[in-house]
């Protein structure tokens, strides 16, 4: 990543629990993303409606807006985003992958993930940006 | 993760002389208008009998409001019948039920201590993270101790992880070791470090 403020690639987190963001938070913008957080799923959707993101980084089990539905609206034509998604739960069950991959997903990912995965996986996920720009 | 904080439930009021009969709203709970459901919902709130009804439609009930209606109506009863009726859904495959029944047991206070042995059990890791979350929010005076039971018993890191972030609003200096040992139980874990690592300093005052 470059650390050049106009190209860095931009992150949402979206998790409910601020351990959980600042994690994110930390272990991405360290290796040169923009990071911005968001508490819950609408927060998410209310702030890709103002603002573009290159990749998203979701919780599954979140209050007022799961991640699931999150997904599914951030791919609906209410913010109609093509960015990359990552999906992180304690969520393990048969099936919870599948369920993110029908609401959008580009990838689910069973906490704990280790920082350097988390990282390796947003610098693939945001490489074709910086290829198309 | 944590649960937004409900306020607790209203007393119901003595007297509602515009409700529509009981087996009226009974039956407006099956219409097909989610305005209609939710109305009927929220109008058999201390209606006792009409319990057993709601209970067989949160897991069916697809739309959001209704379903936050029908839980609202239920905590208020905050017994172990209708907290064992709703902590069966924490196993749901749908990620809003299980979430909004966690925010709903939250609010129970009388009811889910009896409920916490089971779940501090509950082979699947999952019930126990939502566990977790729930006596986030729990008003209650012994929510701290399971928590800290939890950190200390629990096998999954996960879980484990789950209930630090729970306790932390309310930790103090006292539970600086019982963080230090939960991440030496799990050295391996960089989320658990994680978060005990951020935490201490603030706990023992050399941030």
Known sequence: ?133 | MGLVRKQAPQQPEEALPDRPPVETLLAQLDDPDPDCRREAALGLADITTAVPDLLARVGTEDDPRVLESMLTTLAAHDTEDVAGGLAVHLTSDEAGLRTAVAAALATMPRSVPALLPNLLAAPDHDVRVMTAMILADLQHPEAHDWLVRMICQDPHPNVVTGAIDALLPSATEDDADLLRDAMARFPDDPFLRFTVNSALPRLTGTA
Do not use: W
């Open chain 1, 1 to 133: 990543m470059t650390s050049d403020t106009a190209t860095r690639a931009r992150v949402l987190v979206v998790d409910d629990a601020a351990t959980v963001r600042l994690y994110h938070n930390s272990l991405l913008s360290e290796a040169g993303f923009e990071v911005s957080e968001a508490a819950n799923g609408l927060e998410a959707v209310e702030a890709s409606l103002s603002a573009e993101f290159d990749l998203y980084v979701v919780d599954v089990n979140m209050p007022k807006m799961n991640g699931y539905t999150c997904v599914e609206t951030l791919r609906s034509e209410t913010v109609g985003t093509a960015a990359p998604v990552v999906m992180i739960s304690t969520e393990d069950r048969p099936g919870d992958a599948d369920r993110a991959y029908q609401a959008g997903a580009n990838l689910y990912l069973v906490k704990p993930v280790a920082g350097d995965r988390l990282v390796r996986v947003a610098t693939m996920l945001t490489a074709g940006r910086e290829e198309a720009a």
